[in-house]
């Protein structure tokens, strides 16, 4: 059976896309110094793995999770907030997979992967490399859900992956989003992890499949603290008033076929509010920065050699195609292709001027000065 997800457009949803569209534009064109952007992404990636995991155990402070992120010792390791502490180190991981997997298609490997991430060391025996899918039923909260029965969840994965890789990439990105989380949470396919696993979709589906089409290329955003600010308001707009089970029906419609638009709504509410909150931050860093950017001819270079920039750990290693590779998640012949125009541009060099063959690239001189000159802002 073939999942065709049911929304409508309406005033908020449109007016929603557009702030969304203002913060792309926003980004897109004012560049700032590698080192607050790398700075930024870090502390947004924090707030996202903090607030994910919050929404359910609701235990430790976003410094905590910080300290715990950066392998301190807690002043207080309760066994609550050790448990905690496992949880948000994992969804810290589980957002590095979505970022070295933005161009990955997503099927249910995928899927089991992502979650295998976020559950490991929670359950006993082995870690496992991917999730099995539940053979029991479940219900959620105190019959606040009923889910789809364990014997349906193979046939509805099924059909949420063919749209996620189908028909769904025609839909905006915060549209895919917003609706692969919703179908996914609804058949809560794991007997655990089912709300961080959502959540970590809607990352990846922001994030990716490329710079182009995402929107949230850099990683700036953290929809997930404004779940975390109203959980009330965030557990009312999944159930959109339907009944508490999967198969029944109620005045709303049902489960198993919603009009999804008011989640849409929801959603694409607090992602605008995330991006308006950041498009500030970027902005007046951007003006912080104003006068060396202007003069800083690395505002100029290529988005990919700006990406490339930000992955490298000092402006003077050497790299080459397996590096690009590693630090960018792209194929080897994107890789040779990029440095070659980098090349064409000046912005590297061969590590041998003069070999007959070339097997390893540095930065060029004045790119080299300019990198280590950002990094000390």
């Not at 301190?72 to 949880?87: V, Y």
């Not at 655990?192 to 696993?197: F, K, L």
């Not at 700006?306 to 994107?334: C, K, N, Q, Y």
């Amino acid at each position: 059976m073939t999942y065709t997800p049911r929304f409508q457009y309406t005033a908020a949803l449109v007016q929603a896309a557009a702030e969304i569209a203002s913060y792309q534009a926003t980004v897109a064109v004012l560049p700032l110094p590698l080192s607050v952007e790398r700075r930024l992404r870090h502390e947004a990636r924090v707030r996202v793995a903090h607030n994910s995991t919050w929404i359910e155990n609701r235990t430790l402070a976003l410094e905590e999770a910080a300290a715990v992120i950066a392998n301190k010792t807690l002043a207080d390791p309760t066994r609550a907030k050790t448990e905690a502490s496992l949880e948000v180190r994992n969804y810290f991981q589980a957002l590095e997979f979505v970022d070295q997997n933005l161009d990955t298609v997503c099927d249910e490997a995928f899927i089991r992967r992502l979650h295998a991430i976020i559950m490991r060391g929670s359950r006993g025996g082995r870690p496992r490399e991917h999730s099995d899918f539940r053979r029991e039923n479940l219900r959620v909260g105190n019959f606040a859900y009923v889910p789809p029965a364990w014997e349906d969840v193979p046939g509805l994965m099924t059909d949420l992956v063919a749209w996620a890789a189908g028909p769904g990439l025609t839909q905006p990105r915060f549209v895919y989003a917003a609706v692969l989380a919703y179908q996914f949470v609804t058949i809560h396919p794991f007997h655990d992890g089912n709300g961080r696993t959502c959540r970590a979709l809607a990352t990846w589906a922001l994030r990716g499949p490329d710079d182009e089409h995402a929107i949230d290329p850099i990683g700036l955003l953290s929809v997930e603290e404004f779940y975390a600010a109203d959980l009330a308001g965030y557990y009312e707009a999944l159930q959109m008033g339907l009944h508490f089970s999967y198969y029944e029906t109620n005045e709303r419609g049902s489960r198993s076929d919603p009009d999804l638009t008011p989640w849409l709504v929801y959603f694409a509410g607090a992602l605008a509010r995330s991006a308006r909150q950041v498009q500030q931050v970027v902005t007046e860093q951007f003006r912080a920065a104003h006068g060396a950017v202007l003069d800083d001819p690395v505002a100029d270079y290529p988005r990919t050699f700006r990406r490339m920039l930000i992955h490298m750990p000092d402006p003077t290693v050497s790299f080459g195609p397996r590096e690009v590779v590693a630090w960018l998640h792209v194929s080897d012949r994107t890789a040779r292709a990029w440095l070659k125009e980098w090349w064409t541009q000046d912005l590297i060099q061969p590590q041998r001027p003069g070999a007959q063959r070339i097997h390893a690239w540095v930065l060029a001189e004045r790119v080299a000065a300019v990198v280590a000159r950002q990094q000390q802002f």
